[in-house]
């Protein structure tokens, strides 16, 4: 089974989250969660493209 896996930085002090995930002040940059998903829906469809369904 083909799998994919990628680390995103959710770190962006311009909107205060520049914390580690463990630190009671963190707080994602939520546009993060965004290019994730694109990343991911990228892959998939590729995978498609090359690969019968």
Same mark, same amino acid.
């Given at each position: 089974?083909? %799998?994919? &896996? ?6 962006? !002090?311009?909107?205060?989250?520049? +914390? $580690?995930?463990?630190? %009671?002040? &963190? ?6 969660? !965004?290019?994730?998903?694109?990343? +991911? $829906? ?12």
């Amino acid at each position: 089974i083909p %799998g994919a &896996f990628a680390l995103l930085g959710s770190g962006n !002090k311009e909107k205060g989250s520049d +914390y $580690a995930h463990h630190h %009671g002040c &963190f707080n994602i940059d939520e546009q993060v969660m !965004k290019s994730g998903a694109e990343l +991911y $829906a990228q892959y998939a469809w590729r995978y498609l493209q090359q690969n019968a369904f």
